[in-house]
């Protein structure tokens, strides 16, 4: 199925459409957001999301390490959280998403690993007015995630099981209540994540499918944007 997004016709087929801005969302934008505990699988998946359906991926992990090649002034303490498995402060996170979205080309982003915790979510609601069409929850056991997180072997500083403890009590403590404020509302999805990186991505495909097939009716399309 990965060669379908390189098929012109196939990933026609699959592209979800453009919202149309309205008062609620200006920017006419469509927001998805991939969470889960570390190791659960978010980037994997996202980097099979995005080319497959057209959506822009952006890991705020990968925005915050672009950030540090920078030479950046927030450099060390992005290091020093990474390694610690701790947060970086919202407002920087909030910033650096901010400009990687006005960036870029497409109105359609699949946004992996944010919001962490209830300062995130309530800075991307507030400051930059985005409200998610639904919210992946990849549900993992501990144990899986941190068989995969140290069989990673793509040199992270944060793959020992020193920072793993650290990261997992954080997502337990922080982001967890944020995926449970968004199924308060009625937007999560969640996917048994356990499974192999195919079957989870068809497990995906059929959410998204879904998403494509209210956005193509217009009388549907007000109660995607929030
Ligand atoms: N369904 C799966 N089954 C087995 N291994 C997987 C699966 N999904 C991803 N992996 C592997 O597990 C490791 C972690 O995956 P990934 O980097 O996608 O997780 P993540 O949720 O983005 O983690 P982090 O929060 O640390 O960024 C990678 O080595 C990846 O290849
Ligand atoms: O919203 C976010 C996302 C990430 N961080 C920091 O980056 C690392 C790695 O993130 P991944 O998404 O797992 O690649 C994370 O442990 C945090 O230190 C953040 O502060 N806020
Ligand atoms: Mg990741």
Redo the contacts with the bound molecule.
């Keep these: 199925m990965e060669t379908m997004a390189k098929d012109g016709a196939a990933q026609e087929a699959t592209v979800t459409p453009n919202k149309d801005v309205s008062e609620d969302n200006p920017k006419g934008y469509t927001v998805i957001y991939v969470l ?10 996202c980097a099979k999301i995005a080319p497959y359906f057209g959506f822009c991926h952006l890991s705020v ?1 990968d925005l915050l390490e672009a950030e540090v090649e920078t030479g950046s002034e927030y450099g060390k303490m992005i290091e020093d959280c990474k390694k610690e498995g701790r947060l970086v402060p919202s407002d920087l996170v909030v910033k650096l998403l901010q400009q990687a979205m006005q960036r870029s080309q497409n109105k359609k982003f699949v946004i ?2 944010f919001p962490r915790n209830k300062e995130n979510r309530a800075a991307a609601e507030s400051i930059m007015k985005i409200e998610p069409d639904f919210v992946l929850f ?1 549900d993992c056991s501990e144990e899986e995630m941190k068989r ?2 140290l ?4 040199g ?1 500083v ?1 793959d020992n099981i020193n920072t793993i403890q650290k990261r997992l009590k954080v997502y337990f403590e922080c982001t967890l209540p944020v995926i449970n404020y968004y199924s308060a509302k009625g937007k999560v999805r969640k996917i048994d ?1 356990e ?3 195919e079957e ?1 991505f068809e497990a995906i495909k059929d959410i998204f499918f879904e998403l494509k097939e209210k956005h193509g009716r217009p009388s549907d399309a007000r109660s995607l944007s929030g």
């Design positions: 889960g505990g570390p190791g659960s699988g978010k980037s994997t998946q992990g992996d690993g990849l995969r997180l069989n990673r072997n793509q992270r944060d994540a499974r192999s990186p989870v």
